[in-house]
């Protein structure tokens, strides 16, 4: 039987402790890297996945799809900017 949100929220402490252990398992690998590697992994998964926006028949509507911002994303946009450009 699969693991659901179901299962966790009506008590099912063994799917809960399932849920956990799978959490862990996933993010032992990343435990005691450094920014720099995480960072190498990370551009790694982007190029992989710029290149398979390249190969979609969609690419162009891909592309040019922009989700908007935040009021508080444009809030800190424009502060990191102005701090990049020491004002």
């Known amino acids: 039987m699969g693991m659901s949100l179901l299962h966790v929220a009506h008590g099912d402490e063994t799917a809960a402790r399932r849920a956990e ?5 996933d993010a032992r690998e990343w435990l005691g890297t450094s920014e720099a590697e995480r960072a190498r ?4 998964v982007v190029r992989f996945a710029d290149e398979m926006v390249d190969q979609s028949p969609y690419r162009k509507r891909i592309r040019s799809r922009r989700d908007p911002r935040s009021r508080e994303a444009e809030r800190m946009w424009i502060e990191l900017v ?4 020491g004002q």
């Not at 252990?21 to 398992?25: F, G, H, L």
């Not at 992994?41 to 790694?44: H, M, N, Q, R």
């Open 41 to 44: 992994a990370l551009a790694s």
């Open 82 to 85: 102005r701090r990049y450009r």
């Open 21 to 25: 252990r799978s959490v862990w398992e």
